[in-house]
């Protein structure tokens, strides 16, 4: 965020507020994860409480118990030094507790006035009244200072807007507590100005504000005290945080050196692909990957990366070109074709695409080697155990067994499960689509450990990630697309951020 | 961490725990089994004949058939489909392995019978993923085209059954156990097995968990739905053949609404409509219990105009105490 912060007065001091909302001992456990380890939050009348944390340290679930969408195994709330049970969102609402939450929960098919009314719908009689609905609207719209058509289906709306809408929802019925979860991810600087007026007066008028953010900017610039989580547990609280300070609490430990070093050593071409077309997704690729070599796709989306990546699996069938795999060439059909010619390929999207959530590591881990781990169709379940829990340890996979379901592993170590389910099929070949998309900056590091590891071992890898320094650090060359075309091929050396950032997205090199 | 080579040998592992191999028991886990044997014990109490060997037997017998239809259910309910056409296509079974039996003798009539089940459920699977028909659909249009075919082949008549070896499928006894009770017990062995311990088991929880996610591991997900329609349609066979043996005559009206029943016993083994999530032995359960329930009705004399109503409460509240984990850690908007 480089946008304009708008300077908030700061009411102080606070400590002599009494606190508004207190949480103490809260224990929240998921079958075979602790989501919340006796934490202990507060937030006093008239503060905005800034809570951080990575993805996966407890922070939505926290926010979840303080909404009464989730009940606490353990631990007590107090509001206003009484103490409280929430059995429903519907009861904190009723207790002047409001959440706008980063998934939205709006009504697709109501306007958006029903959608900001909604809470205490205004009606004579039980008939609904529309006028008094769109002026309340129009009203809580008026204190954001933005404007949105008020008879709109909200599922005709941009994301900006529905997050708009969340935010006035929440406005329109008078908060206490108000909880802000990432509400600043879809908005606009504009936007998101208007927001942080309303959250300066909301704070005068004595409402006690708890703001989550992944933007350090924004909770440094608006909080009057920033708690810290970490694995379950609150590791920090702070009146006066520098942004060191915060991401050492984050993390644990000093991000230093987070790409590890290539070794530069590139061996005899495994994938080389030429003049490769998919009509309408990408047109005449050519490029070669090494053993032991990183090739990264830069582009925008919509640059034909992720079609490129699935043509080479045998999931788009190329309309021109030739693919040849350690200098035959190939043409895969099926996942199943590509597989067996010991092609892997991480989808970017693991929860749609790469796992079953439902199922455990171990029946995740083994699908694509399963005709290898039986004969006749009988599998070789202690085989299949052994394969598995060997590859769980290796890659530091953090769960009490093999056969936890993946669906409770936190973001990170699902990913280390998909990855770890391609490194069964002893690849020559590994595309991997945004393999870090969604992951806490530990598990980052530990990912680009391990893919560090797989090109040391002699893996050709096909990396593909809209985070450029991501791809920069890792990639040994960098192919450059744009508008379904191939523009460059880069260096290691030649690759800096400017120009890669400057050809995607103008074409033209800085 | 170690080096990562997918090839090169990795150090053992000491041996983990047998605890790890059954991860999460609860009360989920059985309440099936509690509510089960509360039921036997309470009929056991209610009633005199209820546990004699006769009467148990007996309700094994009229189990069976619904039993082995809902073990092919599990299959398709698995992979987040539904078969709406067993009870017709167990018509149709029934009927062509009568009639074929008939002129040819009971080997042929029972392999008409069988192909016929699987033929249809071929034609089900073929519908839903070449031709893009939703599950319900096409199985409901099988569900009419099946019992259409019945009336044509029988002209609407009953067939009767004379041949020895049809008969003691469906009526015979093996020592003092009815066979279909045996035929019941061998096909759960197998789905059971095959569930378990074979790819194509985690090919079916995999296409029902995630069809996507599936494919993209390589898995041909529209051969393996096609698969559970023929295993269901194929099951369908079995248990026309069976049925039309213990009768001694195919009547063009066996089957009408045994889908129901079939689908209610999956659901109330706890397995998931949407798929991925359930198990083929539960199913038995589930049977078992629609089963003993009616015949602890009908030997308490309830009338069979309220034992349909207590046949769908007792679903109700079944399948809502399985979900007594998820009601006590609600999760609401997640």
Not at chain 1, 55 to 72: D, F, H, M, Q
Not at chain 2, 102 to 111: E, L
């Amino acid at each position: 965020m480089s946008g304009p912060m708008p300077a908030v007065e700061r009411a102080r001091p606070l400590a002599a507020r009494p606190a508004l909302l207190v949480l103490r001992g809260i224990h929240k456990e998921y079958p075979g994860v602790v989501a919340l380890h006796d934490v202990d939050f507060d937030v006093r009348a008239g503060e905005v409480h800034g809570l951080v944390g990575e993805n996966g340290a407890g922070k939505s679930t926290l926010l979840k118990i303080i909404g009464a969408v989730e009940r606490p195994d353990a631990g007590t709330m107090e509001l206003d030094g009484e103490p409280i049970r929430l059995a429903s969102p519907h009861e904190a609402q009723a207790a002047g507790i409001r959440v706008i939450h980063q998934e939205f929960n709006l009504f697709p098919a109501l306007s958006v006035a029903e959608n900001i009314a909604l809470d205490h719908l205004p009606n004579r009689r039980g008939w609904v009244d529309q006028r008094a609905i769109r002026s309340e609207a129009r009203a809580a719209l008026d204190r954001l200072g933005v404007e949105l058509p008020l008879e709109s289906r909200v599922d005709r709306l941009g994301v900006a807007d529905q997050q708009l809408t969340e935010i006035a929802r929440a406005l329109s019925a008078r908060a206490r507590v108000l909880v802000m979860d990432e509400p600043t991810a879809a908005l606009t600087d504009h936007e998101i100005a208007a927001l942080f007026r309303i959250v300066g007066s909301l704070r005068r008028e004595g409402v006690g504000i708890i703001f989550v953010s992944h933007r350090m900017e924004e909770v440094l610039d608006l909080s009057d005290r920033v708690t810290v989580m970490r694995d379950g547990r609150v590791v920090g609280e702070t009146d006066r945080p520098t942004r060191e300070q915060i991401i050492r609490l984050m993390v644990g430990r000093d991000v230093s050196e987070l790409y590890p070093a290539s070794t530069g050593e590139v061996g005899p071409a495994v994938l080389e692909i030429d003049r490769l077309s998919v009509a309408g997704r990408f047109e005449e690729v050519s490029f070669s990957v090494g053993r032991g070599e990183v090739v990264g796709l830069a582009g925008v989306v919509g640059a034909g990366r992720t079609s490129l990546g699935m043509a080479l699996f045998g999931l788009l069938r190329p309309t021109g070109g030739t693919i040849r795999l350690e200098g035959r060439s190939i043409a895969p059909r099926t996942p199943r074709q590509a597989i067996k010619l010991g092609i892997g390929y991480v989808p970017e999207d693991r929860k749609a695409l790469g796992l079953v959530l439902m199922l455990s590591i171990r029946h995740n881990e083994t699908h694509p080697i399963l005709p290898w781990l039986s004969r006749f169709g009988w599998i070789n379940q202690r085989r299949e155990r052994v394969t598995v829990e060997r590859r769980i340890e290796q890659l530091g996979v953090r769960t009490p067994s093999i056969d936890a379901e993946v669906l409770h592993l936190s973001g990170g170590n699902q990913q280390k499960v998909l990855l770890g389910k391609w490194l069964e099929i002893g690849p020559r070949l590994l595309i991997l689509d945004e393999p870090t998309r969604g992951v806490d900056v530990g598990a980052k590091a530990e990912i680009y450990e391990i893919i560090a590891d797989l090109a040391r071992a002699g893996v050709a890898i096909v990396l593909i990630s809209s985070d450029l320094p991501e791809l920069l650090g890792l990639s040994d060359r960098v192919v450059v697309l744009r508008e379904a075309r191939q523009l460059a091929i880069l260096s290691r050396a030649e690759a800096t951020q400017e120009r890669v950032l400057s050809l995607v997205t103008t074409g033209a090199a800085a | 961490m170690n080096t990562l080579s997918p090839d090169a040998p990795q150090p053992a592992l000491g041996r983990e725990p047998a605890a790890h191999r059954r991860f999460r028991i609860s009360i989920v886990d059985y309440g099936i089994v509690i509510a089960f044997l509360l039921l036997c014990v309470a009929l056991a109490v209610l009633t005199p004949t209820f546990l004699t060997s006769g009467n148990l037997l007996n309700v094994g017998r009229q189990v069976s058939i619904v039993a082995i239809l809902a073990a092919g259910q599990t299959f398709v309910i698995l992979t987040a489909g539904i078969d709406l056409s067993v009870g017709s296509v167990l018509a149709l079974a029934g009927a062509v392995a009568a009639g074929v039996s008939a002129s040819f003798g009971w080997g042929p009539g029972i392999v008409a019978g069988l192909l016929v089940g699987g033929g249809a459920g071929l034609l089900n699977g073929l519908a839903i993923t070449l031709l893009l028909v939703p599950d319900f659909v096409a199985t409901l249009a099988m569900l009419s085209i099946a019992r259409g075919a019945t009336l044509i082949y029988t002209n609407g008549q009953p067939i009767s059954v004379a041949d020895g070896a049809m008969r003691f499928l469906g009526a015979g006894t093996i020592g003092p156990i009815p066979v279909p009770i045996v035929v019941t017990l061998i096909v759960f062995a197998v789905a059971i097995v095959v569930l378990r311990s074979m790819t194509f088991g985690r090919y079916v929880y995999a296409t029902g968990g995630n069809r996507r996610a599936a494919a993209f591991s390589g898995i041909d997900t529209n051969r393996v739905r096609v698969l559970v329609y023929v295993a269901s349609g194929l099951l369908a066979g079995i248990a026309g053949v069976v049925l039309t043996g213990r009768l001694a005559t195919a009547d063009p009206q066996a089957g009408v609404g045994y889908e129901l029943d079939a689908i209610a016993a999956v659901v109330l083994g706890g397995t998931s409509l949407f798929g991925g999530e359930g198990s083929v032995a539960r199913t038995l359960l589930g049977a078992l219990i629609l089963g003993v329930l009616s015949n602890g009705m009908n030997l308490l004399d309830v009338s069979p105009f309220y034992q349909e109503v207590v046949k769908g409460v007792v679903i109700v509240i079944a399948v809502a105490l399985g979900n007594l984990e998820q009601l006590r850690h609600r999760t609401l908007g997640a």
